[in-house]
């Protein structure tokens, strides 16, 4: 049985030209980028270039791209940086973040560390600015507002220079989760108020364990990691060098076929909504589907029968990859926190589709057709 693999918002297949360009730093060229004869200023070099190609392609300075080891550890940086360097007494979040983010804030706000604030959300999923707004305002501490710029399950956009502009406004730091949207949209950070984002090479077709943390050079930070002197100082530890290659490899192809790439899974993405939609009797889709929404995901909430509630096992059992709640949580269903604040419907069983360039309309006549039969 053919495996039919609808869950790229999890993690995405390594596309064969990054593990080429990745290739050669896993066999022979294998020098400690900290040692100083050829073999490892080779191996420097290798990481200094990916980190001008990727600066170059989200219009960001060199000196302000970090390499981490994905968004979970980037996130965890920016935000305990900004509560423990910046002097950020009171952190803006909201209730639907990944837990990379909430868990993050909320063991500070436990810790005594800084006070944290909820934005409220509207009914379409996404962040009421007006309120953020009011947040600030009030605010007596000087505020972070961590706010994640795609949704990762219902795909919502934020309008980020909307937030930035506030928060430039009220003199606050601005961190985005961009976990989502890098190697997914163009960035161009010269041109964003924003202090922090971060990016995951596994959401693009790289490797996984390897991601970056942007630094606005304005931002001035302790070391996250003390030892060497890795990462200018910053993050020690000697660096993942063929994580590192094929981050910026990933990141080089997924710009250059962006346009064609947003097109055809955009396509793919209204099609399966509305074969959804004329087979299978009350099914509705959650967040601002078809407006300010990540083009390569579709959360679909499907009645709740005996049948449906075991939707995910079925899929599975049936070879096709899907999630219910956040992929970094699955296996344990608690459901998801995303879906409770904007739709607490306990009749209806919410199922995440994410697509990549690999997917096909035939791939995804077969999962409607299942999906049938199952419900």
């Known amino acids: 049985m053919a495996r039919i693999y609808l869950d790229n918002a999890a993690t995405t297949s390594l596309d064969p030209r990054v593990l080429e360009a990745m290739m050669p730093y896993l066999t022979e060229k294998f020098g400690n980028p900290s040692s100083i004869y050829s073999y490892g200023r080779e191996s420097r070099l290798a990481i200094e270039n990916a980190r001008k190609s990727v600066a170059k392609i989200l219009g960001a300075h060199p000196a302000e791209i970090f390499f981490t080891s994905g968004g979970t ?4 940086t920016a935000i305990c940086a900004s509560v423990r360097d910046l ?22 706000s436990h810790n005594g560390e800084a006070a944290l604030s909820y934005v409220k959300i509207k009914p379409d999923g996404h962040i009421d600015l007006s309120h953020l707004e009011i947040l600030l305002k009030k605010s007596t501490e000087k505020c972070l507002v961590s706010l994640m710029h795609a949704n990762n399950e219902i795909g919502n956009l934020l309008d980020m220079h909307s937030v930035g502009e506030l928060c430039k406004k009220h003199n606050a730091i601005f961190h985005s989760d961009t976990v989502q949207t890098v190697g997914h949209y163009p960035f161009d950070l010269r041109n964003t108020p924003v202090h922090f984002i971060t990016g995951a090479g596994h959401k693009f077709h790289g490797p996984k364990g390897v991601g970056i943390l942007y630094i606005n050079e304005n931002v001035q930070i302790k070391p996250m990691i003390h030892g060497g002197s890795q ?3 910053m993050r020690a530890g000697t660096e993942n ?6 981050f910026a490899k990933a990141l080089e192809l997924a710009t250059d076929s962006y346009d064609e790439d947003r097109m055809y899974i955009t396509v793919l993405k209204k099609y399966m909504a509305e074969q959804l939609e004329q087979n299978i009797e009350g099914v509705h889709f959650n967040g601002d589907v078809f407006g300010d929404s990540l083009y390569a995901v579709l959360n679909v909430s499907f009645p709740k029968t005996e049948k449906s509630e075991m939707i995910l096992f079925n899929l599975d059992i049936n070879g096709i990859c899907a999630s219910g709640g956040s992929a970094c949580t699955s296996g344990v269903d608690m459901g998801s926190h995303v879906i409770r604040h904007i739709n607490n419907n306990p009749n209806l069983v919410a199922v995440r589709f994410s697509f990549s360039r690999h997917n096909t309309k035939e791939e995804i006549d077969l999962v409607v057709e299942k999906l049938k039969r199952m419900i």
């Open 241 to 246: 060098l063929y994580g590192i290659v094929g």
């Open 73 to 76: 550890e980037s996130s965890n």
């Open 231 to 233: 990462e200018r100082n």
């Open 87 to 108: 002097g950020c007494r009171h952190i803006i979040s909201s209730p639907i973040e990944h837990h990379a983010t909430t868990h993050t804030v909320e063991y500070l």
